[in-house]
């Protein structure tokens, strides 16, 4: 017995002291967080420092304290109205002497806020001020950020290939009938892709039209924005045939990348960091390459936006749009119409902007948002849309409800249809010798029923259900922009497009940013753009969300590395899109049985996979490689 109590009072002597060493930890972690809160009057001389390890996004997601108690990993989000003040401030900014670019981690952004980004840069440059950018090796967005810099730097170890918009999309409908399940789709629009892969072994030649159409749109644009910043650059033959430039350099991708001109200089990160040092000076008694920074965070914390004048609300939809609540850089119906209609009784609102950063969802949670939208107009205020980077499917049903739609030549829209999903599973229990029967005292009893599969009432009404919902998305349209229904109809049926053919074909009313559409809602209220705030409706974070995302910042800074050659890089975004993959399945089987979805945007934009579908695809490979 005295052993076992031994043995006891051991075991409890070491969670003891285990939970006394996490609390250590945490206390100590929340005492870094608040001592490293950005400072405005911290900002000295030095280079703007813009460490963008992460992605760009319209509104970044909340950083639960949860999620860093359990150890899981947080990405960096930068918020693009924050990215783009910042670089501008900076342009007249004595104390900034260059401002730096590191994108050795940079997760990416959607084409038209790479755009916005790299045009501030291009300010700053055109000022006089230096621009200078360093990797390892540039991803496609990386690069266009880095076309805007005075000096490109790139690792001799490392090199650039360029990607362009495409590649390969997963259908599942070999596996499908493999395990016998029976897959139950209604939709309408020949364009409408989203439901392919579980239909289809291959895309349809409509899909591979509309495709085709939207990439080298995109891709065009890309390109030109490269050129015009850098003339001189040789990229054509990395383009079409990057083997031979690559080949004539013996293999050096990144001595092909300087003969070409795509880069100005190649050196380590300890060469960059003395070259930064010459123009804005180095702080005593540091190691070599460290130079005068200035924090980003600090910075636009010392940038505020403007607060003065009348207010114009501006309403962010950003993120999948979903049923129920939700946090930000998610479009949880509920919330979302919540704040408008808060917005709008509770604050001395003049106008209404509506910043629209999304592919759709469902299509119930994009009416209600909508409706909501519109008890702006019922009390006679104007309603101007702003479109960022994709306003697609259930994204441009919540845009009906402007006055004006303003977006950008690379933003992603249409894509205007709607589809449903219904998994069955009667032909998957015959393979096992499982078999359902039952009394129905309807034609509906039990349907749609997964176990025993759904009858001809029910696809005829669900059918149904979904021409209606088309029918009145085509209403809203037709409403919104002065068209016919057989006109709206055309440009419909599920096509994605880009924003320059969009304001060609109606469905978009000027190219604009979001500060174009606050001035433009300004003047439609009688009052002077100049002398208006933005009030953004949006749920502000807590001390604990601030906290949890400072210490989140500090633990990206002391665990970076470097992100590796050309070839690595290429292999950790291969990873992130198949991570990115596996949560789309999940968010389909999961979500709205009606949805307003574009397939299309994902293919575009950053491969951004949340730690949970990381997960489920580090448990998928780890099985296959038993």
């Not at 040092?277 to 200035?294: L, V």
């Not at 980003?296 to 129920?324: Q, R």
């Not at 029923?449 to 209403?475: K, L």
Request: proline share 4%.
């Amino acid at each position: 017995m005295k052993l076992v109590r031994g043995a006891w009072k051991l075991l409890v002597g070491i969670k003891d002291a285990l939970v006394l060493v996490a609390m250590l930890l945490f206390f100590g972690a929340l005492f870094a967080a608040l001592n490293a809160r950005p400072s405005p009057a911290s900002i000295h001389d030095g280079a703007l420092d813009l460490d963008l390890d992460g992605t760009i996004v319209e509104q970044p997601r909340e950083v639960s304290p949860m999620a860093l108690l359990s150890g899981q990993d947080v990405a960096h989000e930068f918020r693009l109205r924050d990215l783009v003040r910042a670089i501008d401030a900076a342009k007249s900014d004595g104390r900034v002497k260059a401002v730096v670019l590191d994108l050795d981690h940079f997760g990416g952004g959607y084409p038209e806020a790479i755009s916005e980004v790299a045009d501030a840069l291009g300010r700053v440059r055109a000022s006089g001020k230096p621009v200078l950018a360093y990797a390892t090796a540039y991803t496609d967005s990386g690069y266009r950020l880095a076309s805007e810099a005075s000096e490109i730097w790139i690792n001799p170890m490392g090199g650039s290939l360029f990607m362009g918009p495409g590649g390969s999309q997963l259908y599942y409908k070999g596996l499908i009938d493999k395990l016998g399940v029976d897959v139950h789709v209604y939709r309408v629009g020949k364009f409408k892709s989203y439901v392919e892969p579980y239909i289809r072994t291959d895309a349809s030649p409509e899909a591979k039209q509309a495709d085709q159409q939207l990439y080298g749109a995109i891709f065009d644009q890309w390109r030109e924005g490269v050129a015009k910043a850098r003339p001189k650059a040789q990229l054509a033959q990395f383009l079409t045939a990057p083997d031979k430039p690559i080949l004539a350099a013996g293999g050096d991708i990144a001595k092909a990348n300087l003969a070409a001109g795509i880069v100005d200089k190649l050196g380590d990160r300890i060469a960059f960091g003395k070259r930064v040092a010459e123009i804005a000076g180095a702080p005593s008694g540091k190691a070599a390459g460290t130079f005068n920074k200035i924090d980003l965070d600090d910075y636009i914390a010392a940038n505020p936006a403007k607060s003065s004048g009348d207010a114009i609300g501006v309403i962010t939809v950003a993120g999948d749009i979903v049923d129920g609540k939700g946090g930000p850089g998610e479009a949880a119906g509920d919330t979302i119409s919540k704040l408008v209609l808060d917005g709008l009784a509770k604050k001395n609102l003049k106008a209404l902007v509506v910043r629209v950063d999304s592919p759709g969802g469902s299509a119930f949670a994009s009416e209600q948002i909508r409706s909501a939208i519109m008890q702006a107009k019922a009390q006679k205020l104007p309603v101007i849309v702003s479109m960022g980077s994709l306003a697609a499917s259930g994204g441009y049903w919540v845009s009906t409800a402007g006055d004006m739609i303003f977006a950008e030549p690379n933003t992603i829209t249409g894509s205007i249809g709607i589809f449903g999903i219904v998994p069955t599973f009667e032909n998957t229990l015959k393979k096992i010798g499982v078999t359902s029967d039952g009394i129905k005292t309807t034609p509906l009893s039990g349907q749609p029923d997964v176990i025993g599969g759904t009858n001809q009432t029910v696809d005829a009404i669900f059918q149904a259900g979904i021409e209606n919902g088309y029918n009145q998305f085509i209403g809203r349209v037709s409403q919104a922009r002065k068209m016919s229904p057989e006109r709206v109809n055309e440009i419909a049926q599920g096509h994605v497009w880009d924003g320059g053919t969009a304001r060609q074909i109606g469905l978009v009313d000027r190219f604009g940013n979001l500060h174009d559409a606050i001035a433009e809602a300004a003047k439609r209220a009688g009052l002077d753009p100049a002398k208006v705030h933005a009030e953004y409706l949006e749920k502000k974070p807590g001390r604990l969300e601030q906290l949890a995302a400072q210490i989140a910042r500090n633990s990206d800074d002391d665990d970076a590395d470097t992100q590796g050659d050309a070839f690595s890089r290429i292999a950790a975004q291969r990873r992130a899109v198949f991570a990115d993959v596996l949560g789309e399945v999940r968010r389909l089987s999961n979500g709205a049985a009606i949805q307003a979805r574009c397939l299309e945007c994902g293919a575009l934009g950053p491969a951004d996979p949340s730690p949970r579908d990381v997960s489920l695809m580090d448990a998928i490979l780890a099985k296959l490689s038993l």
